[in-house]
């Protein structure tokens, strides 16, 4: 009956999941957010300056200026605006969604002071003389579109235009949006064929109204946009633009689609994987991983985030190293197996050992990623909170939500005997009566000396740490706007390009450079860089010219060298921070030996990834941060799951009689550890490669990144981080001679032992 019950509850418990996902999922996916980089939209960072002499810039005013812009959204009727305050006297706008960019991006960097001045240029009246909120958009006599106003004092505006119109035969009353004193004039702007003022109605008797009408050749969107404005009120200072992102429609459109398919493919092939190898178990994990992405996406709906690409990326990667605790897991469960041990204790004990690891590795990918969200910017920040959410949610499905399922069918006694299903056949397990143990067992890496051969692989290191040192200082980086300043513009065309072509292009327009890269399945992108910041109008004219030639909407972004600077700054400061909290949470976790060999293990991989890129001339942009921290995140994780294996061993020999044995205790640890390191990373680069074939092209040089990481931070758990410590404690152990193992319990609860 007991047997039964736990069967029935599993069964139980898979239907009650299917129907959860099954029936919401789709509300769900409709209520996600998307970024601007997967619908189209753009994002400005705005620096907050005086509008006049001696005014001071206060938090009050930054505020007052955030509600300013906030009214200004409103009137564009744009759902989920991001309108953010940032440090440095600094407003961020992101507008996912917005099909006319163009008028979108005037109606937030204009002043909207409405004045009303003579041929003279001389001030009549301002935007205080007339009456809040009462600004309307409306038909004239003939039709056509206007905005009606209404004065604060009738009898005022009847003496303005009885002076105006005494000034015939320059009697206008010229009405003008954000006049520049110094700079405009009615007399120059009037020669031109698009003036810059409003209008400029000839007064030719006194009005003693108070209802005022604005015409000129507006549209009707125009005159709803400049009402609206009017009654969302001047912006009390100057906005200057530091940065800038705009992003077309069908680029956004194209990027959802590929990246989707991408992660479709990826994750499909997880499950396929972990079906064939781990059998059983590896039904659990697919069971787990669907939970998994199902509680992401609730959580990030939950929250109200902004889905973007990297965060799609980040979700993809978090399937990857979710796996991974479940392949802890289930290869501690096979090792017990076996040694004999019934299915029911090869359970218990392997979920027992493998949590510390787990614990330790996702505490350390946690601060890499709270280091990313401190520190990187709004799509790197959205990478960084999908990260942090997959962490949190993943420990709760592999390591409870796993152990759930699988114990109930391990405890059902359905199990029993049968290790097939746990993908060990009979010939690969030990009877309980040969007291084999754990660290006795055979693995396929058994014939690697992985110690002996250290001084090899330190010499193979240092070889290609030297050869990278000379590419880089040959080379260089090739650093994209992020860091170096400019403005990169995107083409889309709908046939393939070439080099040529598109140089003829942008030279046609006035805006010629050598700095141009064709990418995409068919060549149908075209990048172009150029050293200087494109002002706001700059980028519409090269926006409509572009769209006008090749029937999309190119996105532009411009970083001024100001945000270059502290892009660059913030990048140090993030990996130096990441870097440091990891080498102390590892020295306090095991000990600083360890701390010591697991940062110039990270290091390793960071200079790699540097090197690669400098001889590849990928670009490097603030998304190849968001991976090296990433890989930082993950390598620690590879390396301290060698390090748990490695004080598990030492503790159960209980003493370490000279270097030889501490040799053997290290080579048996790595060989132990190889198979699970091996399946994780081919988790994880079956993900990548995914997003690198098939995912957007935006992303590329950051998956790209992502796997020589991979590679990097397998390599040094085992020939770099391991080997390091090892001579470390070798050293110390000619001081002391032999080493007594012991554990030391610790009163925040570790159970490490201290050698």
């Not at 409709?30 to 300056?49: M, P, R, S, T």
């Not at 505006?157 to 119109?165: D, L, M, W």
């Not at 003022?197 to 007064?203: M, W």
């Not at 502290?566 to 909290?581: D, H, I, P, S, T």
Request: neutral net charge.
């Amino acid at each position: 009956m007991k047997k039964r019950g736990r069967i029935v509850s599993f069964l139980l418990l898979l239907v009650l999941l299917g129907s959860l996902i099954g029936s919401t999922t789709n509300s769900i996916l409709k209520d996600v957010n998307l970024g601007l980089d997967l619908q189209g939209g753009f994002e400005v960072l705005y620096q907050v300056e005086p509008l006049k002499d001696g005014q001071k810039i206060t938090e009050d005013v930054v505020n007052d200026t955030q509600r300013a812009l906030r009214n200004r959204v409103d009137v564009l009727g744009v759902s989920e605006p991001s309108i953010q305050i940032e440090s440095g006297n600094r407003i961020r706008v992101q507008l996912a969604g917005v099909a006319d960019q163009e008028s979108a991006r005037k109606l937030l960097s204009t002043q909207a002071n409405l004045t009303f001045r003579d041929a003279n240029d001389n001030l009549l009246l301002d935007g205080t003389d007339l009456k809040q909120g009462k600004a309307k958009a409306n038909f004239g006599e003939t039709g056509n579109p206007v905005v009606t106003l209404e004065m604060k004092d009738p009898d005022k505006f009847g003496e303005i235009t009885s002076r105006v119109a005494q000034m015939a035969p320059d009697n206008v009353m010229v009405i003008w949006l954000d006049f520049e004193e110094g700079k405009d004039s009615f007399r120059e702007e009037a020669k031109k064929e698009k003036p810059k003022f409003i209008s400029a109605p000839y007064v030719k008797q006194t009005i003693n109204s108070s209802n005022v009408e604005i015409s000129g050749s507006f549209t009707t969107d125009e005159t709803k946009n400049l009402a609206g404005i009017l009654n969302a009120g001047a912006l009390p200072v100057h906005l200057k633009e530091v940065y800038s992102t705009s992003v077309g429609a069908q680029f956004g459109e194209q990027a959802l689609d590929k990246t989707i398919f991408a992660g479709i493919v990826g994750i499909s092939l997880i499950f396929i994987f972990m079906l064939f190898y781990y059998r059983l178990p590896g039904f659990v994990a697919v069971l787990t991983l669907s939970v998994y992405i199902y509680l992401i996406l609730l959580v990030f709906t939950l929250i109200n985030g902004v889905l973007t690409l990297p965060g799609i990326a980040a979700l993809m990667l978090g399937v990857g190293m979710a796996v991974d605790a479940n392949i802890l897991t289930y290869e501690r469960i096979r090792e017990e197996l076996r040694v004999g041990k019934s299915v029911k204790t090869a359970f218990h004990a392997g979920s027992k050992s493998s949590f510390t690891a787990i614990l330790d590795a996702n505490i350390t990918t946690l601060l890499a990623a709270v280091v990313l969200f401190i520190f990187g910017t709004s799509s790197v920040k959205g990478f960084a909170t999908m990260l942090i959410i997959s962490i949190a949610v993943s420990f709760l499905t592999a390591v409870w939500g796993s152990r759930l399922l699988l114990g109930l069918l391990v405890n059902s006694g359905m199990l029993d005997g049968k290790t097939g299903l746990f993908g060990i056949s009979r010939k690969r397990v030990h009877a309980p009566e040969e007291e084999v143990d754990t660290l006795d067992l055979t693995t396929k890496f058994d014939r690697f000396d992985f110690v002996h051969a250290r001084k090899r692989f330190y010499a193979i290191s240092i070889i290609l740490i030297v050869a990278g040192v000379v590419a880089l200082g040959i080379f260089k980086l090739n650093l994209g706007i992020d860091f170096s300043s400019g403005t990169r513009v995107e083409i889309l065309s709908d046939k393939s390009l070439t080099t040529e072509e598109v140089s003829k292009s942008l030279e046609g327009i006035g805006h010629s450079t050598d700095d141009i890269v064709i990418s995409g399945d068919k060549k149908e992108i075209g990048v172009a860089r150029f050293k200087t910041e494109f002002k706001q109008e700059e980028v519409n004219k090269i926006k409509a010219d572009l769209k006008s030639k090749y029937g999309h909407e190119p996105n532009v972004s411009t970083v001024s060298d100001t945000v270059g600077k502290e892009l660059v700054r913030n990048a140090f400061k993030a990996l130096l921070y990441a870097a440091l909290g990891i080498v102390v949470y590892v020295a306090l976790r095991f000990e600083w030996r360890m701390g010591v060999s697991a940062i110039v293990g990270l290091l390793h991989d960071a200079f790699f990834m540097v090197a690669v890129f400098s001889l590849s001339r990928l670009e490097v942009d603030i998304t190849f941060i968001a991976a090296v921290l990433t890989i930082v995140g993950y390598s620690i994780n590879d390396t301290i799951v060698t390090f748990d294996r490695i004080r598990e061993n030492l503790n159960r020999v209980g003493h370490v009689d000279n270097a030889d044995h501490l040799a053997d205790i290290v080579n048996k640890s790595l060989r132990q550890t190889l198979g699970r390191s091996v399946n994780t990373v081919l988790t994880v680069v079956i993900v990548v490669v995914a997003l690198i074939f098939l995912g957007a092209e935006s992303i590329r040089p950051f998956s790209i990144a992502l796997l020589i990481g991979l590679f990097a931070g397998t390599y040094s758990s085992i020939y770099i981080s391991a080997q390091i410590w090892y001579d470390l404690k070798v050293k110390e152990m000619k001081k002391a001679g032999k080493l007594k193992v012991t554990k030391d319990k610790k009163q925040w609860g570790s159970d490490e032992p201290v050698v």
